[in-house]
Structure formats: C-alpha cells, structure tokens
C-alpha cells in the first residue's frame, strides 16, 4: 500500500466515524399545530402513502430509522438495504420507516401510487411507507421533518437516516451517503433496541 493509498484509506475510515453524527435526546422540540410541544416522534400525525391515517403511535416501544426516500436518486438502491435490513430485524420492535421527499434534485417526482408500484415492483418494499414530505425548513416543512430537524440535522440529500428510540427520541444521524449496511448505523440500532 502507498503512504499516498494509506492516507486515502484512513481519511475514508474518519468520515465514516463523523458520519454517525450523534444527537442528544434533550434537543428543543417543535411546537404542535395545537400550540402543545411534541416531546416524542411517535406523538407526530401522518398519513401513509396512499392517503390514509398513519398512526405513528403504533411503533412507540420499537426503535425506528427514518429515512427520507426518492425513486430517482443515486442512493435510491438503498431502499435494497433497507428492506434487508426491516426484513433481518422481523420479529424485533423495529422498523424502517420511508418518508418520500422531492426536496433534492427533484428526484422524487411521482404521485404515490407510482412511488408505491415502484417501490414493490423494484425492491419489493415491505417496511411502511408515508406520504411525501418536505424536509427542508421553512413554512412548507412537513412537521415530521420540523421535529427531526430539533436534533440539529436535516437532510441535506435523500436517504438520510434517523435512528428513533422506543421512546420517539432522536439518538443518531447518518448522512446519505452512509449506508443500511454500515456497522456505525447498525450499532446505533442495536443500541437503541438494548435501551
């Protein structure tokens, strides 16, 4: 190996390490639409991706990784690691959670139904599946992304991923570019499943 390769390589191994971006459970949390505080991810209202109520109380108890989706995207084969990954964790209180979003490149353009038939056709999604939403700040910012974005991190491309505790709080962030398979976000997982 060349000193050259060598510090490519242990270059490459501290951005994985900062990857994991871990964020305290104590973050200021958004204001409901009521004027109540959201203290938890699993108090938050949604809808499933085709329209219908997405009660997201019904994984409290479970750890969740929340990952902001798009169909045409060069991270889009992810969503092959990610339903590895809901599928190896069967019968665990865990569950990927798919929020789709145009927010970058318009890589996400489809009604839902097209998103849901690509979803199955191409990767055969199982985990559940939300309806779109804007993760960037400002006034047209979903309310899940408003309370993920208390942790201090927001998407800054698609499929990046929160690792959401049994509790509905915000234990860890990976970027995009880290995948379903890393051991960082893995651990981070395996974690929040031993708390």
């Not at 191994?13 to 204001?31: D, E, G, H, I, K």
């Not at 991706?49 to 990784?65: E, F, I, M, T, W």
């Not at 190896?88 to 990927?96: I, L, W, Y």
Request: with cysteine; hydrophobic share 40%.
């Amino acid at each position: 190996m060349t000193k050259q390769s060598a510090y490519a390589a242990a270059a490459g191994l501290v951005a994985v390490a900062a990857a994991a971006l871990f964020v305290s459970a104590t973050a200021q949390q958004p204001r409901a639409s009521s004027g109540g505080s959201v203290t938890s991810f699993y108090d938050l209202k949604t809808n499933t991706l085709l329209g219908k109520p997405g009660n997201l109380a019904q994984y409290r108890g479970k750890v969740s990784l929340v990952v902001n989706v798009a169909s045409k995207c060069g991270f889009t084969p992810q969503y092959e690691g990610l339903e590895k990954l809901q599928r190896e964790m069967t019968g665990k209180a865990f569950n990927v959670l798919g929020f789709p979003s145009n927010d970058f490149g318009g890589q996400e353009p489809g009604t839902a139904e097209e998103i849901a038939t690509f979803c199955k056709l191409t990767y055969d999604v199982t985990f559940p599946m939300f309806e779109k939403v804007v993760t960037t700040a400002g006034s047209n910012q979903s309310p899940i992304y408003s309370f993920l974005g208390q942790s201090g991190q927001l998407p800054a491309w698609n499929f990046a991923k929160y690792v959401i505790d049994r509790k509905g709080q915000i234990v860890a962030f990976f970027p995009s570019q880290v995948t379903p398979e890393d051991p960082q976000l893995r651990d981070a997982i395996a974690k929040a499943l031993g708390n």
